[in-house]
């Protein structure tokens, strides 16, 4: 049995189906699916479970009309800044931004599900900066307190690893908030440093087994994003 290209990267055929329905996987690995779902009727199943588990906490989420204060700021952002049809038209910045919309749903709807007040404050999604694809989420109930939960595998050759970083408008340098498993959740104390705040600058690096011997970023950016207030 011959495996197509793409989808080796997948042992586990929930992860699969989970990374296809919230849209995370590549151009090539996303065909992939479309093409086995005709056959396999295990990754069809698998796929329907995830569909039906997300539209049950879709329905939890009650409508939330904008304020005409977020018109004002949207119709204000649009008049200030000219038109440049060859930015909006990248498939691949729609994708991420489809990605990116449909990560922060999820995780409204699990704080739902779960009786929780929505008190998450800021919400960050780092993405690759070159393909604009969705790696990681940030989400902070707290201004001294953040949570870094992954959307799917970041692979990670065996003599490198992640660093995370974060940097303020105002700060001089990055100060880095130590090094991170990929594909794990990790909650990370900020209380060690200047509160969290709009615009606030995150990224994961590659660098060497030890993290960065500078005690600032040296390696490749792999996901960035900027810190967004929800409450």
């Not at 997948?10 to 479309?34: I, N």
């Not at 906490?57 to 409508?63: K, Y």
């Not at 070159?130 to 707290?142: E, Y």
Request: net charge neutral; hydrophobic share 40%; glycine share 8%.
């Amino acid at each position: 049995m011959t495996t197509e290209p793409g989808a080796e990267n997948f042992d586990d055929l929930d992860q699969l189906a989970g990374e296809y329905v919230l849209g995370t996987l590549s151009a090539e690995q996303h065909a992939v699916v479309v093409r086995r779902l005709g056959t396999d009727r295990a990754l069809r199943d698998a796929v329907d479970a995830w569909e039906n588990r997300l539209l049950e906490l879709n329905t939890l989420a009650t409508p939330q009309p904008p304020s005409s204060r977020l018109w004002q700021r949207i119709e204000r952002s649009l008049g200030d800044r000219p038109a440049r049809p060859s930015w909006w038209q990248r498939l691949g910045l729609w994708q991420g931004l489809a990605a990116t919309s449909l990560a922060a749903s999820v995780l409204l709807a699990l704080a739902l599900v779960t009786a929780q007040p929505p008190t998450t404050t800021y919400l960050v999604v780092l993405v690759a900066p070159t393909t604009q694809a969705p790696g990681w989420v940030i989400q902070a109930r707290d201004t001294h307190q953040i949570q870094l939960i992954p959307l799917g595998k970041t692979e990670v050759p065996p003599d490198k690893v992640l660093q995370f970083w974060t940097k303020g408008d105002q700060w001089k340098a990055p100060v880095s908030l130590g090094l991170i498993r990929p594909g794990q959740q990790t909650d990370v104390p900020l209380d060690k440093l200047p509160a969290l705040e709009p615009n606030q600058l995150f990224e994961l690096t590659l660098e060497k087994l030890g993290g960065s011997p500078t005690g600032r970023p040296t390696g490749p950016v792999q996901f960035i994003g900027r810190a967004v207030k929800v409450i």
